[in-house]
């Protein structure tokens, strides 16, 4: 397998992010949705990321809700991983905003449409600065927090997620080739709500890495 010593500028490759929909349990219980078989993927084009220092922007006349995630910043080449290679391929972690449009994902799902607009507008991915793999010993009990202008919007523990990193790298690899840089964004804890112009969004892991980001419209 290749490796990849410059993971820290993973944004500035322009390599994949594909995110998880609904991966905590306690999101799916205020659902009121049952456990689902399989993972449910997403992807948010390179043109989506954006680092500290840049706005969010809304699109003129969308409504966006902030969705706070551990995001799996992949270190080697890997397709068909098993479960138990998974974590070999990881080189380290991000902190990402899963900026969701929803007026679109609810028309998505009522005609069966895509998210690609819903999950994938200009500025929909803002990440942290990359997180060493050493930094985070137990990627599955990692606390999550997201405040919004000060305000708590959003705790979860990585322990809830419904499928764990190794199962998603295996499942995603199956089909789709994952390369040195791609980001797993693995869900959101529940809380998310709508954000507008002149928020703050800020996002952290407690005792470790956090981003804050500004939001403007346009
Ligand atoms: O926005 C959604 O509906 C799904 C999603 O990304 C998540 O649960 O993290
Ligand atoms: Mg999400």
């Not at 992010?17 to 205020?30: H, M, Q, T």
């Amino acid at each position: 397998m290749d490796s990849d010593l410059s993971m820290e500028n993973f944004v500035q490759h322009g390599t994949k992010c594909i995110g998880v929909a609904a991966n905590y349990r306690s999101l799916l219980k205020v659902l009121n949705r049952s456990t689902p078989d399989v993972p449910d993927f997403f992807m948010k084009p390179p043109s989506s990321y954006i680092t500290e220092g840049q706005k969010i922007i809304i699109p003129k006349g969308f409504s966006v809700n902030e969705e706070i995630e551990l995001g799996v910043v992949i270190g080697k080449h890997g397709r068909k991983v098993s479960e138990c290679k998974a974590m070999d391929i990881v080189g380290g972690y991000c902190l990402a905003l899963d900026m969701t449009a929803t007026c679109r994902l609810g028309l998505a799902r009522q005609t069966g449409g895509s998210w690609t607009l819903g999950k994938g507008f200009d500025t929909a991915c803002p990440v942290s600065k990359f997180i060493p793999k050493s930094q985070i010993p137990d990627p599955h009990n990692v606390e999550l927090w997201c405040t919004v202008n000060g305000v708590e919007k959003q705790r979860g523990n990585t322990d809830d997620l419904v499928f764990n990193i190794p199962f998603l790298i295996s499942y995603i690899s199956e089909y789709i080739t994952l390369e040195p840089n791609d980001v797993i964004i693995t869900g959101s804890p529940p809380g998310m709500g709508p954000v507008t112009k002149g928020d703050v969004i800020a996002g952290g892991i407690t005792g470790g890495e956090s981003m804050k980001f500004d939001v403007d419209a346009e």
